[in-house]
C-alpha cells in the first residue's frame, strides 16, 4: 500500500514531468513560430500579435481570474486548463493547414492562451507545493526550484534543437508538437491528487493576500524593477550584433551564458535561500544582475557578455527563489493560489511595459546607454527597498513600544482608580 510520502513523490514526479516537457515543447517551437507567421501571412509585424495578445488576460487576470484561479486547486481541473491551451495552441498550424492563418486568428489564439496561463502557471505551481507540503517539511520549496531549474535547463537547449527541427524541414510540425505536448502535461496532472481549500465565504484578492505580508510586496517591487529592464538585455544585445555586423552573436553569448548560469544557480540556490532573510537576499541578487548589465554596457565583446550573462543568470535564480520561498513558507491554499497569480502578474506586466518603450529607448539613446541606465535603474531599486523595509520595521516597532506604554498606563490608572 502506498504511503501519504510515497503518493506525494508520485505526484511531484507527474507534474515537474508535465511541466517540463510543455516548457521544452515551448522552446523548441519559439525559434519555428516566427517563421511559420512569416510564411504564412508575409507580415513581420504579425509575428507579435500572438505573444502580445496572450499577455493581456494574465495582466488583466486580478479582476476577471479571482474565482477562476482558486478553482485550479486539483490536477484534473488543471487538466483542463491544459486542454484549453493545447486548443489555443493548435489553432495557428490549423489555419496554415486551410490558408485562413492570419491577424485575426493570431490574436483568438494568444488571448485564449493568455486567459488558460493565467490559470495554469500559478494553479501548477500552487499544486507542486501542495503536494510539496504531503510530501515533509521545505519539500515545497524544493519542487519549486526544482520546476524553475527545469525550465531553465529547457531555456538551454531548446532553442538548438529547435534550429535541427527546422533545418530538418519540421517547421510546421514543431506547432503541432507543442500543443500535443501541452495536453499530454495535462493528462499526467490528472491522477495528482489536489488539496481542496475549505469554503470561504470570500475569495482572497490579491492584495487582500499582501496584507500581514510586507517583504513578498518588496520583493516584488525588485523583481518588477528587473523585468521591466529585461528588454535592454535581449534587445539591447540583439541591437548591438547588428550594428556591429555580428547578428546573433551577442544576444546569443548573453542567453547562452544566462542559461547555464541559471542551471548553476538553481543547484545551490535553496542552500542560500534557507540561510539568508529573503528580501535582503532579493535586493542583492537583483543588483548584481543590474551591474552585469552595466558591464556589457562598458566592455561589449561577446566573451564579456556570456560571462557577464552567466553571473546574472545565478543571481536572478536567488532572487527569484528567495521571494517564491517565502510565499510558500507564510501562505496556503486560497491565499498561496492569490499570491502565485499576483506574482504572475507583476512578472508578465513589468516584462510588456518595458517592451513597450525598449524600441523607443534603445533607439534614442543607443543600446550600450541602455544597459548602463537599465543596469543603474535596477540597482537603486533592489537598494531602495532595503532602508525603505528598515524605516517600516522601525515604525512598526515603536507603534507596538507604544501600544504597551499606553497599556501600562492604563493599567496603573485603574490601580489609582
Known amino acids: 500500500m502506498r504511503t501519504a510520502a510515497g503518493r506525494a513523490r508520485r505526484d511531484a514526479l507527474f507534474l515537474l514531468a508535465g511541466s517540463g516537457t510543455a516548457d521544452l515543447a515551448y522552446r523548441i517551437t519559439q525559434v519555428a513560430f516566427p517563421l511559420v507567421v512569416l510564411q504564412q501571412t508575409g507580415s513581420v509585424a504579425a509575428t507579435g500579435l500572438a505573444g502580445g495578445a496572450s499577455g493581456i488576460p494574465v495582466v488583466l487576470s486580478p479582476w476577471w481570474a ?14 483542463v486548463v491544459a486542454a484549453v491551451q493545447a486548443v489555443a495552441l493548435a489553432m495557428v498550424p490549423a ?17 485564449l492562451l493568455g486567459c488558460g496561463d493565467a490559470l495554469a502557471t500559478p494553479g501548477r505551481a500552487a499544486l507542486l507545493a501542495d503536494t510539496g507540503d504531503r510530501w515533509g517539511p521545505d519539500k515545497a520549496v524544493l519542487l519549486l526550484t ?9 531555456m538551454v537547449v531548446g532553442p538548438p534543437l529547435g534550429a535541427l527541427a527546422i533545418a530538418a524541414g519540421f517547421t510546421d510540425g514543431l506547432l503541432w508538437v507543442e ?3 501541452v495536453l499530454v502535461a495535462g493528462l499526467l496532472a490528472v491522477s495528482v491528487t489536489g488539496e481542496r481549500s475549505p469554503a470561504i465565504r470570500e ?10 505580508r510586507s517583504d513578498v510586496l518588496y520583493g516584488w517591487i525588485v523583481r518588477g524593477a528587473g523585468c521591466f529592464t529585461w528588454f535592454a538585455f535581449t534587445l539591447g544585445l540583439s541591437v548591438i550584433g547588428a550594428e556591429r555586423g555580428q ?11 544566462y542559461g547555464v548560469g541559471s542551471v548553476v544557480g538553481t543547484l545551490i540556490s535553496l542552500a542560500l535561500i534557507r540561510r539568508f532573510p529573503p528580501v535582503p537576499l532579493t535586493a542583492i541578487a537583483w543588483t548584481v544582475v543590474g551591474s552585469c548589465w552595466i558591464g556589457m554596457g562598458v566592455w ?5 557578455v556570456a560571462v557577464l550573462g552567466a553571473l546574472s543568470g545565478v543571481t536572478i535564480v536567488l532572487g527569484i527563489g528567495a521571494i517564491t520561498a517565502l510565499i510558500t513558507w507564510t501562505s496556503a491554499g486560497a491565499q498561496r493560489r492569490a499570491l502565485l497569480s499576483g506574482q504572475s502578474v507583476v512578472v508578465n506586466a513589468s516584462s510588456s511595459a518595458g517592451l513597450l518603450i525598449g524600441g523607443p529607448v534603445l533607439a534614442v539613446i543607443g543600446a550600450e546607454h541602455t544597459l548602463i541606465g537599465a543596469g543603474l535603474v535596477t540597482c537603486l531599486v533592489a537598494l531602495g527597498v532595503l532602508p525603505a523595509r528598515r524605516n517600516r520595521e522601525a515604525r512598526k516597532t515603536r507603534g507596538c513600544q507604544n501600544a504597551e506604554h499606553d497599556g501600562d498606563r492604563d493599567h496603573h490608572v485603574g490601580r489609582a482608580a
Open 179 to 181: 500543443a500535443g505536448t
Open 203 to 212: 475569495l482572497p484578492s490579491i492584495r487582500a493576500s499582501l496584507v500581514g
Open 95 to 111: 489555419a496554415a493547414v486551410l490558408g485562413l492563418l492570419g491577424p485575426e486568428v493570431l490574436i483568438a489564439s494568444g488571448l
Open 300 to 304: 561589449t565583446t561577446p566573451a564579456a
Open 247 to 257: 547578428p546573433g552573436v551577442y544576444v546569443a553569448a548573453g542567453m547562452s551564458g
Open 66 to 79: 479571482r474565482k477562476a484561479r482558486q478553482w485550479v486547486d486539483s490536477g484534473p481541473r488543471l487538466a
Open 146 to 154: 526544482w520546476q524553475d531549474g527545469i525550465r531553465r535547463a529547457g
